[in-house]
């Protein structure tokens, strides 16, 4: 069999491996080279300016956004936000001098502010799809988890439910020296926390940005144009590269 003799062998071969993978999917079954062409058509829109200015747009849109659903693009960027102000928050913490540390009204203002950005970060994870988001903020907690010890006698207990709650009295009479090695230190588990933090939220914002991607290239998962018929019709686009080049 030639060159010229294998036309549309590949295609074919594609075409019913996805099939037998997918089941009797026969909503995505009837792709041609017309849907290759607009597949290339919407390569050549990724590229151009026009599209770049439509996804920030959209992250931009629904950064604020909250619809109580998981692994999309606006609770992807919530979870972003929050772990960029928890990072924020916690080097704030464990940047304090002793002189902010004896000053008990800053060191309450401190650890205040640290507690209530990490309880936003706990919150908006539970709406995450990204697994290395979530892998960075399992590790985050497990931390926090070891040192939750110290951290009660500091006036920061760690709740059965990942959260933290201030005990102000705890922590004005706390050690000075003390609260130093737990808060105010570059090696702290404040300034791990900080560090894992910066790990969510750019996992958290990669997620936005492929999820947004997706959406305005294949629609959602809930649409004709959804997920399932892009597999097959990149099962389709191999058959042909295949086709044409083999």
Avoid: C, H, W
Wanted: net charge neutral; proline share 1%; no cysteine.
């Amino acid at each position: 069999m030639g060159i010229n003799g294998i036309g549309g062998l590949y295609s074919g071969i594609f075409s019913q491996m996805y099939q037998g993978i997918g089941g009797n999917n026969k909503k995505y079954s009837q792709y041609t080279s017309a849907d290759l062409q607009a597949l290339m058509k919407k390569a050549d829109e990724v590229r151009s300016p026009e599209f770049k200015k439509k996804i920030k747009s959209q992250l931009e849109g629904n950064s604020s956004a909250d619809n109580g659903e998981v692994g999309t693009v606006a609770s992807e960027m919530k979870l972003s936000e929050s772990a960029k102000d928890l990072r924020q928050k916690a080097l704030e913490l464990s940047s304090m001098s002793m002189t902010d540390i004896k000053d008990k009204d800053v060191l309450v203002k401190r650890v205040s502010d640290f507690a209530e950005s990490y309880n936003k970060a706990i919150d908006a994870m539970g709406k995450s799809d990204s697994v290395d988001a979530l892998r960075a903020g399992v590790s985050m907690t497990n931390s926090v988890k070891t040192y939750s010890g110290a951290l009660s006698r500091m006036g920061l207990k760690v709740g059965s439910d990942n959260k933290l709650t201030v005990n102000e009295e705890t922590l004005r009479n706390a050690d000075n020296n003390a609260v130093a090695s737990i808060f105010g230190s570059s090696y702290s588990p404040v300034a791990r926390i900080a560090d894992k933090a910066e790990t969510i939220g750019k996992a958290a914002a990669n997620k936005a940005q492929t999820t947004a991607f997706r959406n305005m290239m294949y629609g959602t998962a809930d649409t004709d144009s959804g997920y399932g018929g892009y597999n097959t019709f990149a099962s389709t686009f191999l058959g042909t590269f295949f086709d044409s080049y083999m």
